[in-house]
C-alpha cells in the first residue's frame, strides 16, 4: 500500500472509529484495473480497495465496492449508493483508476471508456462531480478520495476536433 493510502486510512480510522459509533455509515469503493486497452492496465487499484474495505467494515461502515466497471456499471453504482447514503449519516465515495481533465473539469474513467476524441470525454467517462452528488443525501459527514493516475492512457490515439 503505498504512502499516501496509508495516510488516508490513519485519518479515516481517526476521524471516523471513535465519533459516531451508533451512526449509519455508508462507503462506495471503485477500484478500476482491468482496461479494455491493456496498455492502461493498473495493478494497484485491488489492494487499495482491499486495504481500505477493510478499515471501513472495522469502522462498521456498510461498504460497496465496484470493481472493472464500465460506465454503464458505474453510473448504476452510483445512482444506487445515491439512495444509500441518503439515510446516512456519514457517507464516504473513494475511486481509484485513470482520470482526466479537460477543459478545467475532472473525469473519472471506467474501464470500457475508448474517447477517440475530446467529445467522447463527456460521454464515456463519469464526471468527478457525479461523486459529490451521490453524496448530497449525506447528513453529518461527506468525503470524496480519488486515488487517480492522471495521465490520459487514450491521449496519443484521441482526436482534436
Avoid: W
Amino acid at each position: 500500500m503505498d504512502m499516501l493510502l496509508r495516510a488516508v486510512v490513519f485519518v479515516l480510522a481517526v476521524l471516523l472509529l471513535a465519533p459516531a459509533q451508533a451512526a449509519v455509515k455508508v462507503a462506495l469503493l471503485i477500484g478500476n484495473a482491468a482496461y479494455a486497452d491493456s496498455a492502461s492496465a493498473l495493478r494497484n487499484p485491488p489492494n487499495d480497495v482491499a486495504a481500505l474495505r477493510s478499515v471501513l467494515e472495522a469502522a462498521d461502515f456498510e461498504v460497496t465496492v465496484v470493481e472493472n466497471a464500465g460506465r454503464a456499471a458505474m453510473s448504476r453504482a452510483l445512482s444506487e449508493f445515491s439512495e444509500t447514503a441518503a439515510q446516512a449519516e456519514i457517507g464516504l465515495i473513494y475511486y481509484s483508476g485513470h482520470g482526466i481533465e479537460m477543459n478545467g473539469e475532472n473525469f473519472l474513467m471506467p474501464v470500457d471508456a475508448t474517447l477517440e476524441s475530446d467529445v467522447d470525454v463527456e460521454y464515456e467517462t463519469v464526471a468527478l462531480g457525479k461523486l459529490v452528488d451521490a453524496l448530497s443525501g449525506v447528513k453529518k459527514f461527506k468525503l470524496v478520495l480519488v486515488d487517480a493516475c492522471r495521465d490520459n492512457p487514450l491521449f496519443s490515439k484521441m482526436k482534436r476536433p
